[in-house]
Nanobody
Framework: VQLQASGGGLVQAGDSLRLSCAAS????????MGWFRQAPGKEREFVGS????????RYAESVKGRFTISRDNAKNAVNLQMNNLKPEDTAVYYC????????????????WGQGTLVTVSS
């Protein structure tokens, strides 16, 4: 599966932003999808993940209650709604896919998009 993330940009603290990830292939619904981020000088970290049907989600503690991950299997898309953004959310955000059970482990994911930059100013 090939992934293309979009929707990043420059926003102010407290603003909202919606990231989208378009996937190619006819078996999108077979993949667990995840969002990760990498800030300058830091390791890539887990943000959220969603199971194949979209019924189950997992979030990092740092974004819980502010970010919402969703998917539309008919459109081969997964989204990340980010509300109440903070300067510490500044990072390149990546969508990823894995043909497995729901996981929050970065190394479990096999397919990665190119990343989209989110910058939150204070």
């Amino acid at each position: 599966v090939q992934l293309q993330a979009s929707g990043g940009g420059l926003v102010q603290a407290g603003d909202s932003l919606r990231l989208s990830c378009a996937a190619s292939g006819r078996t999108f619904s077979s993949y667990v999808m995840g969002w990760f981020r990498q800030a300058p000088g830091k390791e890539r970290e887990f943000v959220g993940s969603i199971n194949r049907s979209g019924a189950i989600t997992r979030y990092a503690e740092s974004v819980k209650g502010r970010f919402t991950i969703s998917r539309d299997n008919a459109k081969n898309a997964v989204n990340l709604q980010m509300n109440n953004l903070k300067p510490e959310d500044t990072a390149v955000y990546y969508c990823a896919a894995v043909y497995a059970v729901l996981t929050v482990v970065t190394g479990d994911y096999s397919y990665w998009g190119q990343g989209t930059l989110v910058t939150v100013s204070s």
